[in-house]
């Protein structure tokens, strides 16, 4: 269920001669705990996992497989883009030594912006992507061995962390948990709307407490990039078609290689916003049975 930004570097390592295991998940997309221990091997290092799928929506078991990499004493990196400022994720008790996220999702900041969470004292063993300037020691010509020093070569992007900071401080103000409870009641009458129109397709557990707000679906007699224009159109809505940067989740599911259509609940998304999605989707799975 990987997102590319994950499989591409993880492939790159491979051909470089790191040994990757990739544990398959069930056709909603859910991983069971239980498969990840006869997986391991004597020479296993690390253990990386999404938060949330950005294609189905569907949350990961982050504390059990957190338990494992602590009792086998790996490495538990997490990529939290999807899931970071939308749902509840504490590092120290989930045992998450690394966790990366994305400025531009639920943290509703720039494009461009992002970070890097590390375990206090596993930043000794990290080699930096790249060497540079950054504004301290500058009497020295090798890297600074400090944080953020270490990892934060050239100029900042000032204008796009303000707009982070931004959001991040919304995010807080509201409360995640505010945000969790009022996005999965949206994805709820999303799942409940789409799923009583006729040639409409799900992907997904079907229990929005166990996914966060992203829904995937196609409609019959329609390739999600027609839906997804269609929607953008006649209705004013905007959908992501296609494999989302995401071809072994759409694998998993079963959509591969023509995808689904996308949508994406925030918190500024209102019930009624999505009673005219489920309407609009209703009118084109209409037209296409007619067509048929």
Do not use: W
């Not at 504390?63 to 400022?85: M, N, P, S, Y």
């Not at 953020?148 to 919304?170: C, H, I, M, Q, Y």
């Not at 397709?201 to 166990?210: A, I």
Request: hydrophobic share 40%; glycine share 10%.
């Amino acid at each position: 269920m990987e997102h590319n930004s994950v499989m591409r570097p993880l492939r790159l390592l491979e051909k470089e001669g790191v040994e990757l295991t990739v544990i398959p998940c069930s056709p909603s997309g859910e991983l069971d705990p239980a498969d990840l221990l006869p997986a391991l091997r004597r020479n296993t290092r690390a253990i990386y996992l999404t938060s949330a799928s950005n294609v189905t929506g569907t949350l990961m078991p982050l504390a059990e497989v957190g338990r494992i990499a602590r009792e086998k004493g790996l490495v538990f990196c997490v990529d939290a883009a999807q899931a970071g400022g939308s749902f509840p994720i504490d590092v120290k008790g989930l045992g998450i030594d690394l966790l990366a996220f994305t400025g531009h999702k639920a943290l509703y900041g720039p494009q461009g912006t992002g970070g890097l969470y590390i375990r206090e004292g596993l930043e000794k063993s990290i080699r930096p992507l790249m060497a540079g300037g950054t504004g301290s020691r500058s009497e020295f010509e090798e890297q600074p061995d400090f944080l953020p020093d270490k990892f934060e070569s050239g100029t900042p992007n000032a204008v796009g962390l303000a707009g982070l900071e931004a959001g991040v401080r919304f995010v807080l103000n509201r409360g995640v948990e505010t945000i969790r409870a009022q996005e999965t009641e949206l994805t709820e009458r999303l799942l409940d709307g789409l799923k009583a129109v006729p040639g409409v397709v799900l992907y997904g557990t079907e229990n929005p407490s166990k996914r966060i707000a992203v829904v995937s679906f196609t409609v019959e007699g329609l390739s999600p990039a027609d839906v997804s224009l269609a929607l953008d159109e006649e209705y004013n809505i905007m959908t992501r078609p296609g494999l989302h940067c995401a071809p072994s989740a759409h694998k998993t599911i079963g959509s591969f290689p023509v995808g689904t259509t996308r949508f994406s609940l925030g918190a500024f998304n209102t019930a009624e916003e999505v009673h005219i999605a489920v309407e609009a989707v209703s009118r084109l799975a209409a037209k296409a049975r007619r067509k048929a």
